[in-house]
């Protein structure tokens, strides 16, 4: 069950993967895809340490709107659904760390 409840931080390792993918940054893709393999180790610092890695997640998808931004502006494109969207992804990826402090995964993880 608690597999069910770790979803969310499956799923934004594995946006942020297909992210690294798709810009060529294979080791980080391979890294992102790893990562969920660490919530099998049921300790304090994995909690800690996935929650500080999708924070960096998030600043890596708004950092990436920042560069398409600038792209759309320059050539004209309208870029008001790129940043909502964009940004609706980064919230994910940092909202996706609060799982840990569910009762379940709170016991789980952090006693």
Excluded at 1 to 25: C, D, E, T, Y
Excluded at 61 to 86: H, N
Aim: charged share 15%; hydrophobic share 60%.
């Amino acid at each position: 069950m608690n597999m069910l409840r770790l979803l969310p931080v499956i799923f934004s390792f594995g946006l942020l993967a297909a992210h690294f993918s798709r810009a060529g940054i294979f080791p980080l893709m391979i890294i992102c895809l790893a990562l969920p393999l660490l919530l099998f180790i049921k300790k304090r610092w994995v909690a800690r340490s996935i929650q500080v890695l999708l924070v960096l997640g998030a600043a890596e998808w708004i950092r990436t709107m920042m560069g398409y931004i600038e792209i759309r502006k320059s050539i004209g494109d309208d870029w008001t659904r790129l940043a909502i969207i964009l940004i609706v992804v980064a919230l994910l990826t940092a909202l996706s760390g609060l799982v840990f402090r569910g009762k379940k995964l709170r016991s789980t993880y952090l006693s």
